[in-house]
């Protein structure tokens, strides 16, 4: 995929050979993508309860204190982030964490960085 690339400068590091190794740029902008998503404190509330349970609309509204229409449109952009799913059951529509390594990995990472702000007191210790 990439070519040979010869450095300007040559400090020792071999950066040119990492560079084999490098993903291509589509890769970086899907991370980017999925961190955009979570760039607000709202959705990486509602993706992180989705990742503990399977909710409706109204009951995800009263967990995290907002609004109906502004938990659907959180819930809409996680959606077409492929971060969560959902699923009709009558008149209801529940949602939750989608069942993929990248959610997974996401929810593990938004736990261990809620940790290193606000340890807890077992920890400090």
């Known amino acids: 995929m990439t070519t040979e690339k010869k450095l300007p400068h ?13 993903p291509n740029v589509d890769k970086f902008q899907t991370v ?16 992180w309860l989705l990742c503990h349970c399977e ?28 971060l969560i799913v959902s699923r009709r059951d009558g008149k209801e529509v529940y949602y939750k964490a989608a069942d993929t390594e ?12 809620v940790e290193i702000a606000c340890p807890t007191e077992e920890s400090r210790n």
């Open 55 to 82: 909710e409706c609309v109204i009951n995800i509204s009263a967990l995290v204190d907002m609004s109906s229409p502004a938990v659907s449109h959180h819930l809409r952009q996680l959606k077409s982030g492929g």
């Open 102 to 113: 990248q959610a997974q990995l996401l929810h593990h990472m938004i736990e261990a960085m």
């Open 32 to 47: 980017a993508d999925i961190f955009k998503q979570l760039g607000d404190g709202s959705r990486i509330r509602i993706f």
């Open 10 to 22: 040559d400090h020792g590091q071999k950066a040119e050979e990492k560079l084999k190794d490098m």
